[in-house]
Each structure stands twice: as C-alpha cells, then as structure tokens.
C-alpha cells in the first residue's frame, strides 16, 4: 500500500497528468490508501494510473458500489487496484447521486471489469456509458428498481406461486 | 503403419475429428449410391450454426450455469454465460443483521469454501474496530482454512474427474472429503456453514482428539493424492482430454481479473498469502505451485499441489500451536465465557448487550482479501456506526473467474469446453450471492 506520503504523490501526479480538479479527496485509513475522484475523470485516472504514471496499476482487482445515505452524493463506486509487481493495492472512488448517475466504463482498459459494472449496474443503477453489453446480470432482466439503494425495502416482495399468480400484478405484463 | 491392432487406433486418433467424421458417410458404408436429390441441394456445413442452451439444469454446469453456445458443427464460435438463479440476495440481506449474525449468511456464499468466507468478513470487521485476534486463535483459523482448502479441492477433482467421465474419482474424492468434515463436526459442531469464526478470534477452543485425528488425516493425504494422481495421470482419455485444451495465456488471465489456481496455471505466481501475508501466514513455510502452458492439465496439477502445501502448512500450524486464549478477552466484542455469567454480573451484561444489540462498529470503510481456493476473495465493509453494516460486499472469485469461461471456449470443440467448465470450477452460490 502506499503510505500517507505515497499517496499525496499519486495524487499529485494524477493531478498533473489529468486535470487540476480531476482528485477530490485522499484518504489513508485501516492500512488502505483511497483516492477519491470526480465520476467525469474517472476513466481518465484509470488510464493514466495503468499505463502513463510511474507507479503503474495493471490490475482491477475489484468494483463495487455502495449507498451512503443518508450522505449526500448517495451512491458511491469502488475500484479496487493492485499491482502485482510492487503488492500494492490502492482504491479508486468517486461519489454520484442518484438522479441520473452516469460513469464512463473502463471495460476498454480492464475487460474484468464487464460482469462487475453490470453488476453495480443491477444494484445501485448507475449507467456506464461506453459498456458493450450493459444488462440487469444477477437479477431478472424485466426487474424493476435498484435493490441495493439503502431506501430499496427489505424483503416484502410477494412469492409467485400457481394460486396466486393471476392476483399479483405486472405478471401478465 | 504397423499391423497391430492397438497402433493403428491410435494413429486413427491423431487425424483430427472432423476429418474423421466427413470421411464416413451412410451411403458409402450400406454400398449405395447418394440418392438423386442430394446432388442438385447445395449443403454448406461451414454456412451453419446452431445456437444451444447448455444449463440452468445440466450436470455439467456445477449448479444452475446456463451457458448459451452457438457451435457450428461441434465447434463453439462464441458462448455466454448467464448468471442469477440462485441469487439470494445475501449482500442485502446482511445489512438487515448485525455484524455478528451476518457471519452466518456470508458463509453461504462459496458453499465449498464457508471458513474462507467467514474469515475475510471477519477481518473486515476486525480491522474497523481495530481488533487484535489473539495467536492461538490465529493458528487456530490457518489450520481451519487450509483443511477447508484441501476438502474443497477435493470436491473439485470428484466433480470435475466425474465431467471427464473419470466416475470412479467422485467417490475416492469424497471418501477423504469425509474425513475432513468430521475434523469441522469435531471443533465448530456442523460439516458444513460451520460459523466457527468469530469477530476477534474463533467461537470454541478445539476439543481434545481433534489434534490428533487431524494429525492422522494430514500424515494418510500424501499417499492418497499420489492414489489420485496414479488414477489420472495415467489414464490415457483423462490426458488427451486435458492437454492443450482450454489454453488462456497469461496476459489475458490478467487483463480478465482471473485469480487464484488458474491464474497460477497460466504461469503467474501470485498468491496473497505470499504476496501479501494475512493472519500470520509469513511464519509458514510453504511453495506456491505454478503451471507453464495454462491449459486444463495445468490447471489440475496445480490444484493438486496445492492440496500438499495446504497439508505442509496444516502440520506445521498444528506443531506451532501457541497456548492462550482463543478468543479476545474485549467483553465489548466477544461474549464472555459461560462459567463467568453465574458469578458476575459485568459478564451477564455483557452477554444481553451483545446477544440483544450486538456491537457497534465506528464509521469507516475497508477492502480485506483473502487467497481463496478459488483466487482473490474480497470483502468490502462500508460501517456508519451502527449495530448492522450499511453494505457488505463480496469480491467472490467464481464470478470474476467465469468472465474468463468464454476465452477458454471460443474455437473449441464443445467437449472441451465442457472439460474447461469443469477445471474452471465455478461454485454457482458465490457467483450469484
């Protein structure tokens, strides 16, 4: 991981290679080291991070969403980085609300990256613009609502079965 | 060309297949001329491709996979996976628990791997309330873990080697499985989903005997994976079904965020309990196993090593087995011994406190990952200082891995991308959360 000191380096060298205002935040918590971004530089960061920076990250080990209501912007994505060679993880975040949340995808500079942007797709409704195949991945495609939004209800949700599949409505539709 | 019967057949092996198969035709064998509207039909065999659905119920998927092919004779030009029958919403249904109680769904991710599991959500949590693990309880988890490794590789070769048609390998595999989940009967209580990890340690101290029959298991495993090993490595159909099929080079294992025995197959050493040592793995000395070609044969043998190191890393945690408590002594975290609550009263408060509210975990967010038998599993934590977490979310590698199933397909025979589904070993529950 790089350090506190690492970090602010990082951050420098991101600022200077992709635009002033393009880093928001550093934080070094827990061990970890996170760089939090604006959403409309994120794939701007991810490139340079991987190919131009001297501290290369060739590796996307995760991405994930997460809500942080009641926060305002609510919705939050995760890029986990790793580089292999020096065994260093640094987590990339930027913060979206939820009116119409839109990310560029990095499927053209990670190809792991497919199955989990649908997947944050699936659960927290953020677009990735640029993604060959943006699909509903782990939930029905004819699914409506983002389940994993933290004010997404807690179960609830009526079992279809065959004496009750004509009162449940939208079955038909 | 000999006239031995055997030699011949062999060399009828190596003429590819599709040769083969466009040399006979019904005609020509019943001595018959083609009938007459054959000829004016122009058949374009090339022009035509079927589309397929392997799965959601198929014993070659290993759980509801469903694979959709298009093949133009028995070659798949290009196949998708489609994932989400048995999501069950764990990671939503854990910010409905507290943390303590959210142990026992995140179990139920990677149904094979449940120690693995249990402990990166563990120390996820651990690492929030900044919590030391005692050592004992440390040994403790390293010897669960890797008996857990080795009984989910075991289960892996079963199923996979009953793929190939190898059947008599399930029950060999699941016979020594056996052994494995007495040992968890013996510490945790269940074979299977045994929440013996606690947040700061581990729930019981091992019983008495328990050293001693897992000392016997480890010493018996060696000869029995050499049984394993005489089984297939000699079985000429295993081999040629398993030799360069398959084959993803490392640079695309890579780019595809593949960890984990296939990576290693491919010829990457990376391994985070070397790379990056959690829960005091740097004190153990073992080899990180690695395949040259990274095709299906190296993905077996290198999982086959694997079950020996965990075996070396077994015994040597059971030799350093420190004495001391197995669990923090933080009455805030861990529930006080039973024997405490008759006499003071600080412990019964203890106890209704956690077992009624649990504990509260300050603000803060954290990636923990782990070496799973199936590569990098994450966990991610986002905690708001509550009693439940606000997100859990696991990185399992089975559901990055698959993203890997349609490299591994394309241009090949269907047969063989069937053996690939086998050696990729996708375990659908930790796929589809």
């Known amino acids: 991981m790089p350090d506190a000191t690492g970090l602010e380096l990082v951050a420098q060298r991101v600022r200077s290679a992709v635009s002033e205002d393009a880093v928001v935040d550093t934080l070094h918590a827990y061990g970890g080291a996170t760089l939090e971004v604006k959403p409309d530089a994120v794939h701007d960061v991810l490139a340079h991070l991987r190919d131009d920076d001297d501290e290369p990250y060739e590796f996307l080990s995760t991405l994930h969403g997460c809500d942080y209501l009641p926060e305002e912007p609510r919705l939050g994505v995760h890029y986990g980085l790793l580089s292999m060679q020096r ?6 975040k930027t913060r979206l609300g939820t009116d119409s949340p839109v990310l560029r995808s990095v499927v053209d500079l990670y190809p792991t990256a497919s199955f989990q942007e649908r997947e ?28 994993q939004r933290r004010d997404f209800p807690m179960g609830g949700e009526p079992v279809l079965f065959t004496f009750n599949e004509h009162e449940l409505p939208r079955w038909y539709d | ?72 004779g028995e070659t798949v030009l290009d196949l998708e996976p489609i994932i989400g029958y048995v999501h069950t919403g764990i990671e939503k249904s854990c910010e409905d628990q507290e943390y303590w109680k959210a142990i026992t769904f995140v179990e139920r991710m990677d149904y094979l791997a449940y120690y693995f599991n249990s402990y990166v959500y563990c120390s996820a949590v651990e690492t929030l ?79 008495p005997g328990f050293e001693e029959k897992a000392r016997k298991i480890i010493a018996g495993m060696p000869a029995r994976i050499d049984q394993y090993e005489a089984l297939l490595d000699r079985n000429e159909i295993w081999l040629q079904r398993m030799k360069h099929t398959g084959v993803v080079s490392r640079e695309e294992m890579l780019a595809l965020g593949v960890t984990g025995p296939l990576l290693r197959a491919s010829g990457e050493p990376w391994d985070l ?18 395949g ?23 015994e040597q945690a059971l030799d350093g087995l420190p004495e001391g408590p197995y669990i923090t002594t933080n009455r805030k975290v ?30 803060g967010e954290v990636y923990k990952a782990v070496e799973s038998p199936r590569g990098e599993l ?22 990055v891995n698959l993203q890997s199933l349609k490299r591994m397909g394309e241009g090949s025979l269907i047969a063989d991308f069937i053996a690939s589904v086998a050696m990729l070993d996708p375990i659908l529950g930790g796929v589809d959360r």
């Open chain 1, 120 to 147: 944050v797709y699936d659960f927290f409704g953020v677009q990735f613009e640029g993604h060959p195949d943006l699909r509903r991945i782990l939930m029905p495609e004819d699914y409506v609502g983002y389940p």
């Open chain 1, 87 to 92: 065994r260093e993880r640094l987590a990339v």
């Open chain 2, 129 to 207: 309330l900044d919590e030391e693990v005692p050592p004992r309880a440390q040994y403790l988890r390293v010897i669960h873990m890797e008996l857990n490794r080795i009984a989910s590789h075991l289960f892996w070769l079963g199923t996979a080697a009953l793929d190939i048609g190898a059947m008599s390998m399930l029950w060999w595999a699941l016979r020594e499985r056996d052994g494995f989940l007495d040992l968890f009967e013996m510490s945790g209580g269940q074979r299977l989903h045994t929440r013996y990890f606690q947040v700061g340690g581990v729930a019981e101290d091992i019983p």
């Open chain 2, 273 to 290: 309990r070397k790379a990056m040592p959690y829960c005091g793995y740097e004190q153990f000395d073992f080899n990180v196993p690695v």
């Open chain 2, 292 to 314: 040259t070609v990274g095709d299906n044969y190296d993905r077996y043998r290198v999982r086959l090593e694997e079950m020996r190191e965990s075996l070396k890393i077994a």
């Open chain 2, 1 to 72: 060309m000999t006239d031995n019967p055997g030699e011949r057949t062999r060399s009828a092996l190596k003429v590819p297949y599709r040769e083969r198969e466009e040399s006979v035709t019904a005609s020509e064998m019943a001595g018959l001329d083609p009938p007459a509207a054959a000829t004016d039909y122009e058949f374009e065999p090339e022009a035509e491709l079927l589309t397929i659905n392997i799965g959601p119920h198929h014993p070659a998927t290993h759980g509801v996979l469903r694979l959709l092919c298009t093949l133009e």
């Open chain 2, 378 to 399: 994450g966990c991610f934590v986002l905690a708001d200082g509550s009693a439940k977490p606000s997100r859990v979310h696991m990185r399992d590698p089975s559901f």
């Open chain 2, 334 to 363: 861990a529930l006080p011994p039973r024997h405490e609550l008759a006499t003071s009263m600080e412990a019964l408060i203890h106890h209704f406190k956690l077992v009624t509210e649990g504990f509260r975990v300050p603000p």
